[in-house]
């Protein structure tokens, strides 16, 4: 498999939502898994063929959950280590007198160490995971996605060195300058366009044509990729390419209340383009189909800040 398809993947685990209201959050048992089962196959306590349900495994997943952890979840290596299977990287298996067999449920925690329960990385993730080098940019990866207002109390537990990321000023913060990794854009960019439903959340523009199929909408980041280095759909908007130009501008943004901001500096006499641009002052930011990835507020209040001669 191919490392930027990898990325894709790991940005769309099937990891299930949990909560009401404001607890509402995406259950980050998976994740931390394979930060888990990464570590694992660094430590030589698996390989990529064989990850072993052992209290290695469990206490490495437990460190990285004490840290991740909100609301009431539960720490639960058990839970991801089954059913991680249907998101098709991983088989949990258990071993009998022919060899092996799936494993028909979550294991227990007096299975740990005893050799009979075990995993294996399948369908090329084997491979990436045998690799330092890929297995560090499958980390920083999960980190982006699932964790990145965690990220500096993961680092000191990871067993890999971080990815050094240069220390150099960033002075343009847009998206298309952020520093890439193969199949990050494209992951973050289907999770934010399935959340939104492929309509644009300014205008609730939405063309969608089937086979190949072709939408009309971008992802667009509300705290740049460059500045943030975090791709969770919370940080994510789905726009038109002209609301999306039009936020990059500073000439749009959403305030902290969920309303659409149009800056002073469009003058709706001017043209036509600038009028329909100013009718969105004061509509609704539109919300994605599962409340849980709602925009965070701290990246509506970073947009807003930066709103160009905006009225005081
Ligand atoms: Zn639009």
Request: include cysteine; glycine fraction near 6%; proline fraction near 9%.
């Amino acid at each position: 498999m191919e490392f930027s398809a990898a990325v894709e993947r790991l940005y769309r685990l099937n990891t299930g939502v949990i909560g009401t209201g404001a607890a509402r959050h995406e259950r980050p048992h998976k994740p931390v898994l394979l930060l888990a089962v990464l570590d694992a196959v660094a430590a030589g306590q698996a390989r990529p063929d064989r990850v072993p349900w052992s209290t290695w495994l469990r206490q490495r997943f437990a460190a990285y959950f004490e840290v991740v952890r909100s609301h009431d979840d539960t720490c639960a290596p058990e839970l991801p280590f089954y059913y991680l299977r249907s998101d098709e990287l991983w088989e949990p298996l258990i071993a009998n007198p022919d060899g092996s067999s799936p494993l028909p449920a979550p294991p227990k925690a007096r299975d740990a160490d005893t050799g009979r329960v075990f995993a294996r990385l399948v369908k090329g993730w084997d491979t990436l995971f045998a690799d330092p080098v890929s297995r560090i940019a499958l980390r920083d990866a999960l980190i982006a996605r699932y964790f990145p207002h965690a990220r500096k109390a993961l680092t000191p537990l990871f067993l890999e060195p971080a990815l050094d990321l240069g220390t150099e000023e960033t002075t343009v913060a847009e998206d298309d300058v952020a520093p890439e990794m193969p199949g990050r854009s494209a992951g973050f960019r289907r999770r934010i366009v399935e959340l939104y439903d492929h309509q644009c959340a300014a205008c609730g523009l939405r063309i969608r044509l089937p086979e190949p199929e072709v939408t009309f909408v971008d992802a667009a980041h509300l705290v740049p990729f460059s500045e943030s280095r975090n791709d969770h759909p919370t940080n994510g908007l789905a726009l038109c390419k002209n609301h999306h130009w039009a936020l990059d501008q500073h000439l749009i943004a959403p305030d902290p209340s969920r309303v659409w901001r149009v800056s002073r500096r469009i003058d709706s006499r001017r043209s036509l383009g600038e009028k329909e641009l100013a009718g969105l002052d004061g509509q609704k930011l539109l919300a994605p189909a599962e409340s849980a990835f709602n925009p965070d507020p701290r990246g509506l209040e970073w947009r807003f800040e930066r709103l160009l001669d905006q009225a005081v």
